[in-house]
């Protein structure tokens, strides 16, 4: 008998039957290596033996105790009285035992740290061959193909190929970094084909954390790892579409397809503050934002959300963090990587206006209705050449001032990356250029970006030095006036004009390309640099110490030119005016702010009895920050110059500002983990600002997990991997309010008193200090549970509450104090609870590969505290205690009025027949919105109204929803086959209300502009209407904030679809020498959209009142090339 285990765990082997003997070795071989893996020797280690006509027993024995290797073998196979001679000094395990075992009919091979006996067969040899591919059907290369049971092996060659001669019946063990392992049955006469599939828990297994890494099934908070590896074959050009979709409980939606603007809203578990709720962002250990790093240059991603994860940031991590690490060298030769892709881009959608006679029509209408005066110059005659068509310049029957501003786009983006390494140094190095034409004409944009980072190890890697370098130069060229105000134009200018009319120039409302055609310019230019530097030592063993510094120095400067332009309009007899020119005017601003860290931390990491693991960090770190900004400008330019010089020096106006800002913080963690089953971490971050009276606050959190798949009573449960319960607490600060010195008086230079009856300048107060002014707090709690099956399927469940108190809000004060600003008191809370769910799924058919992951998010929000207040309305919106912060208020309605009839039965009337109180003094009529008459009297004295009072006014508004959705979802499907791939990415959210009220949406908005199309469906007598209200020209009416502008703003968008194929090896083998990697891609971008919103606008950047504003976002069809060598 011999003992497997060193121990008490002993087993004899000559009870176990040879049938079963491999099956039961393996599952003890596997125990012992993870329970010593500290015991275990390399095997290159040399020992020397010296034994003549020994016992076989006698030598393995003295080999055990020399090397540390455990031998393993059946006493009715192997006879240990077997006499044997061995001489070796300084010689390997294999080597003494190939001398010593020789013409002894026994064999060996290595399981981990242990050595297998067996009884030699004379099997026939065969020889075997075939080829590995991974799951997209690449071949891999020095992939390890091995006898089962034996060290008989070989490995792939670059086309993935490999032959070996092994014993008839044998197995083959294939095996490579990264993927599962895979046996199959030795085949004489036939190629054999091996596929491997990913191995997702070695894939990821360690992900970053807060100043450090984690292995993730060690986790105790709830740390979001984005999946790269699916989102980088996508056409991405900025961070934050890169990462929408891909992070359960994070709300990421693109408001802008300007370019140069990432104008994505980010937030991590709903509306946490009434001021800002971005979360931290940083980026290789510098804090930053997402458009300071190509997503290309981005090797992972990890999203902390609750405050276990978030506390070592302390005060600025009450809205997540999300950590950036970019692209490290690696242990290789040499590898290029080219990444390029051209494409057009045009405007997801555009709602569609009125055109020609239908405008003149329906605005003649709307006159008629509202009792006003039909122009003059109206005249029959005038709209019967728009009938007839007569001249498509001065009477244009099908044009709009859309047709005018927007075009279809190009963009290009063109990324190269040089990176490897040795033991001593690994490089990356990397640049890109990108540039994206607006698909509003006179908008562009071009960026390029650079970025390298170094390693040196020195002393056999004790000591490590990394540098950082990482810049990119943004130039953003705008229309003078911006591109809103052209958008602006495009919806209300008259159709009946057109922007320009050859041989006289420009309409006054297309100033904007007027100027740009003069020459005129709106040119900022963005130039961040960042370099940052980290020394890693190791002192002893267990023992680091890491020291970081960095600067971050953006400058940004803008200059905008306004050239002597010639506009014409009309009289108010319909004539053309004599072309006027506007006011030149040269403006010049320019800002810079410096970011310096300096970051020191000791990390202690020790094994206590093989079963007690311990991390202790302890860190301290100092953060400054200022801002400097300076601007001029002169107007009345003497010639159409963009210099100072030329302008008239008494339009002169010159101003400046700056502030500075200081941190300095100290924080700790300790991590500890029992038998690989238990785990506990704790953390303190204790946090100074400069913004502040009381300057300090404690941030801790505590968290802990239960790997319950490790206990003994789950080991026979085969098919789960995985399962890991999660509870955490902790305490988080958030001091971002947008003021840098809230405890501090603020005086103004323009400030003017009375003074014995005379207006008299001098400095004034315009914001009285709080001194008790401090941090926003929050205490967050979670529950998730983590589980892995059949190792193809993995997901994650959380549920977490999050209260937040003493938020930094402006509180009304008396006007007679002269204040222009309210001071922020710490005076709100809120609460937000929410549920978050993942799921993945990898798999192969055959050679078809295929994944899946999804993700939903449900977030309940609601305002607790307002300062005592129950509510404050902010006109079309309100904060209501109990109620969903930034609620949407207004009037309720129930449809159109269809008579005067209807109108009589449900409002009041004086014995004159006019309606009592009108709201805004507006009497209704047939074809008007019908306003809901909500109860507001007390009849019984109990409290609660019961009646209404027959009158519309501001007593009937009520909540009526929420811009903030209930649900945010998203799913990704992919398939591999033969070097073809191809995936669809699908985004949505649910539950989510748009106000879209505002130029369009009320007819002629209330004066002269264009309107909606569906207006020519508008109730009219002879053809009533539930849905579309009657026409008018009212300015007041277009202020009344009702349900019928209400929208369902859900949608489900396919953000990308992409299809590519990966040119097979062989036939590149042929064209280059050294075979390179490459792929071609098309990649279609916002292609559809599944929404109840009406009338063609964009339900992914909704906004009350505003909607029609908003630069529209881009649908792109682009083609592209990814190379490796």
């Not at 300084?90 to 067996?118: P, R, W």
């Not at 490995?155 to 046996?183: A, H, M, P, R, W």
Request: with cysteine; proline share 3%.
């Amino acid at each position: 008998m011999k003992n497997i285990f060193k121990k008490d765990l002993s087993i004899p082997l000559d009870i176990v039957s040879k049938r079963h003997f491999r099956l039961y070795a393996s599952i003890f071989l596997f125990g012992f290596s993870s329970i010593c893996a500290s015991d275990a020797l390399a095997q290159s280690k040399k020992v020397s033996i010296i034994g003549n006509n020994v016992s076989l027993e006698q030598a393995i024995q003295e080999i055990e105790k020399k090397s540390g290797y455990l031998f393993v073998y059946d006493t009715k196979e192997v006879n240990l009285n077997k006499k044997v001679t061995v001489n070796a000094k300084d010689k390997t395990v294999k080597s003494i035992l190939e001398q010593m075992l020789a013409n002894t009919g026994i064999s060996f091979y290595e399981e981990g740290n242990n050595i297998v006996l067996t009884k030699t067969t004379n099997k026939k040899k065969i020889n075997v061959k075939g080829k590995i591919v991974d799951f997209k059907g690449e071949p891999v290369i020095g992939a390890t193909v091995k006898e089962q049971g034996t060290t008989n092996g070989t490995i792939t060659d670059f086309d993935g190929n490999f032959k070996l001669t092994v014993k008839e019946g044998s197995s083959l063990f294939v095996s490579y970094v990264g993927y599962q392992d895979k046996s199959v049955k030795a085949v004489i006469g036939k190629d054999i084909l091996v596929t491997l599939l990913e191995d997702t828990e070695m894939l990821e297994e360690v992900v970053v954390v807060g100043y450090g890494t984690q292995k993730k099934v060690n986790l105790t908070g709830a740390v979001e790892s984005v999946e790269l590896s699916k989102a980088k074959g996508r056409a991405y050009t900025n961070v934050s579409s890169m990462l929408q979709g891909n992070v359960a409980g994070a709300f990421i939606s693109q408001t802008s397809g300007q370019p140069g603007n990432d104008g994505a809203t980010i937030q991590i578990r709903g509306i946490g503050t009434f001021n800002n709720t971005s979360p931290l962002v940083i980026i290789d250990g510098m804090e930053g934002n997402l458009d300071a790093v190509n997503p290309k240059d981005i090797e992972s991603v990890s999203v902390l959300k609750d405050a276990a994860s978030c506390a070592i940031y302390g005060n600025r991590a009450s809205n997540g963090v999300v950590l950036i690490t970019t692209k490290q060298g690696d242990l290789n030769s040499m590898n290029i990587e080219y990444n390029g892709l051209v494409g057009v881009q045009k405007a997801t959608s555009l709602p569609d206006v009125l055109k020609g006679i239908d405008y003149l029509d329906l605005k003649a209408e709307a006159y008629k209705n509202t009792n006003k005066s039909w122009p003059t110059w109206y005249t029959e005659e005038y709209m019967n050449n728009y009938r007839n068509h007569v001249d498509e310049y001065m009477y244009p029957t099908n044009y709009s001032w859309m047709d005018d501003t927007y075009h279809t786009a190009m963009i290009t983006d063109h990324y190269m990356s040089i990176s490897g390494g040795n033991k001593s140094l690994k490089y990356s190095t990397s640049a890109g250029y990108l540039y994206q034409n607006g698909i509003v004409r006179g908008n562009n944009a071009k960026k390029f970006t650079f970025r390298s980072n170094v390693s040196a190890s020195f002393f056999e890697d004790k000591l490590r030095l990394n540098v950082s370098l990482s810049t990119h130069q943004k130039t953003k060229n705008d229309l003078v006036d911006g591109a809103h105000s052209a958008i602006y134009s495009s919806y209300v200018a008259p159709p009946t004009i057109r922007m320009t009319l050859p041989g006289v120039g420009y309409n006054n409302a297309g100033y904007s390309f007027g100027a740009m055609d003069a020459g005129g310019f709106n040119r900022t230019k963005e130039t961040p640099l960042t370099l940052n530097a980290s020394i890693n030592a190791t002192l002893m063993k267990g023992l680091t110490l890491n020291l970081y510094g960095g600067i971050d120095n953006h400058t940004s400067e803008n200059k905008n030119f306004k050239p002597t332009v010639q506009l014409f309009g009309f009289n108010d007899d319909g004539t053309m005016s004599t072309p006027q020119p506007r006011e030149s005017s040269l403006h010049y601003e320019q800002s810079k702010t410096t970011m310096y860290v300096l970051n020191g931390q000791l990390n202690y990491n020790t094994v206590i009895a093989k079963k007690h693991n311990v991390n202790l960090m302890a860190g301290y770190e100092m953060r400054e920050y200022s801002w400097n900004w300076h601007s001029m400008d002169r107007k009345n330019l003497t010639v159409n110059l963009p210099e100072f010089p030329v302008g008239d020096p008494k339009t002169q106006l010159n101003d400046s500002k700056a502030h500075e800002l200081a941190w300095m913080s100290y924080y700790g963690r300790l991590n500890y983990m029992f038998d690989n089953r238990y785990m506990f971490e704790f953390n303190l971050r204790y946090d100074g600002s400069s913004r502040f009276i009381d300057k300090w606050g404690v941030f801790p959190s505590v968290s802990g997990a239960w790997r319950i798949s490790e206990e003994k009573f789950m080991k026979n449960v085969t098919w789960l991997d995985n399962l890991k319960l999660r509870l955490s607490y902790g305490k988080l600060g958030n001091e971002s309010i947008g003021q840098q010195y809230a405890a501090s008086d603020e005086l103004s230079l323009n400030g003017k008193y009375n003074f014995n009856n005379s207006l008299v300048g001098m400095a004034a107060v315009t914001k009285l200090a709080n001194k008790k002014t401090s941090w926003e707090s929050s205490e967050q709690y979670n529950i998730g549970l983590d589980f892995d099956i059949f190792k193809r399927v993995s997901a994650t469940i959380d549920y977490y509450i999050k209260n937040t108190t003493d938020i930094l809000m402006q509180v009304p004060v008396s006007g007679t104090l002269g204040m222009s600003t309210v001071p922020y008191q710490n005076a709100g809370k809120m609460q937000n609870r929410g549920l978050e769910m993942t799921v993945r799924y990898n798999d192969r058919f055959g050679k078809v590969g295929t994944h899946f992951s999804a993700s939903a998010t449900r977030v309940y929000n609601k305002v607790q505290d307002l300062a005592g207040k129950d509510e404050l309305i902010m006109s079309d919106h309100i904060w209501r205690v109990n109620e969903p912060f930034n609620s949407l208020y207004g009037l309720q309605t129930e449809g159109i009025y269809q008579s005067e009839e209807e109108i009589k039965n449900h409002l009041i009337f004086s014995k004159n027949g006019t309606a009592l109180n009108p709201y805004m003094g507006m009497k209704p009529e047939p074809g008007d919105i019908r306003f809901v008459d909500q109860l507001t009297i007390d009849t019984n004295g109990d409290g609660i109204p019961d009646t209404r009072d027959g009158v519309i006014n501001e007593d009937d508004k009520v909540i009526i929803g929420n811009t903030f959705p209930k649900w945010t979802f998203s799913a990704t499907l992919g398939f591999e086959w033969n070097g073809f791939d191809a995936s669809i990415f699908l985004q949505g959210v649910a539950g989510m209300k748009a106000l879209n009220q505002g130029i369009i949406t009320v007819p002629f908005f209330g004066g002269e502009s264009n309107t909606g199309a569906w207006y020519k469906d508008r109730w009219t007598p002879e053809r009533p209407s539930q849905t579309v209200q009657r026409l008018y020209s009212e300015p007041g009416r277009s202020e009344i904030v009702s349900e019928y502008y209400l929208e369902d703003a859900s949608y489900i968008r396919c953000k990308s679809l992409d299809l590519g194929y990966t040119v097979p090896k062989k036939v590149l083998k042929k064209v280059f020498k050294n075979t390179p990697s490459i792929r071609v891609y098309v990649s279609l971008q916002n292609l559809f959209t599944i929404t109840d919103m009406r009338y063609g606008f964009d339900p992914e950047k909704p906004s009350h009142l505003t909607n029609t504003l908003q630069y529209p976002q881009a649908k792109t069809y682009s083609f592209g090339v990814n190379m490796k060598f």
